[in-house]
């Protein structure tokens, strides 16, 4: 099997997914926005959602007969510090890179052109700025 496969089959599930939240409740399939209103008790769709999320590792077994490889070197004190920044980054933003990334770039959106650009020069100039610190 071509390594892309797995990557390729993601993106395109990820596309439909937000296709068809789009097409059907015409709600943007921004991540951040989706699990920020479940966190709201406001469920119904954003719960649906949110378990797809989670059964996609499932899923990818069924379909390839192993797990998703994924190797992380970073602590848990770590990974939490880096989730909740992104977190907050994203609520600031009003999005993350799923709605921005995916949705908002599909759509032509402005904002999100700025949002994509500030998130990608974020993330290289954390990673340098890491590099160079040692961690």
């Known amino acids: 099997m071509m390594p892309y496969w797995p990557s390729l ?4 599930l990820i596309g439909l997914s ?3 939240l789009l097409l059907l409740n015409g709600r943007i399939a921004g991540v951040s926005g ?3 209103r479940l966190l709201l008790a406001r469920i119904s769709t954003n719960a649906a959602f ?3 999320l ?5 899923l990818f077994l069924a379909a390839f007969g192993h797990w998703p490889a994924v190797t992380i070197t970073a602590s848990l004190p770590m990974i939490a ?3 909740l920044l992104v977190g907050f980054g994203s609520r600031m933003g009003s999005g993350c890179t799923s709605g921005h990334g995916v949705a908002g770039l599909a ?4 904002r999100s052109f700025v949002a994509v650009l500030t998130f990608l020069s974020a993330g290289v100039a954390t990673v340098a700025l890491m590099r160079i610190v040692g961690l």
């Open 9 to 12: 089959l993601g993106g395109m």
């Open 18 to 20: 937000a296709s068809v």
């Open 34 to 36: 989706i699990v920020g």
């Open 50 to 52: 949110v378990i797809g």
């Open 54 to 58: 989670l059964i996609g590792p499932l």
């Open 81 to 83: 510090a880096a989730g």
């Open 107 to 110: 759509r032509l959106s402005p």
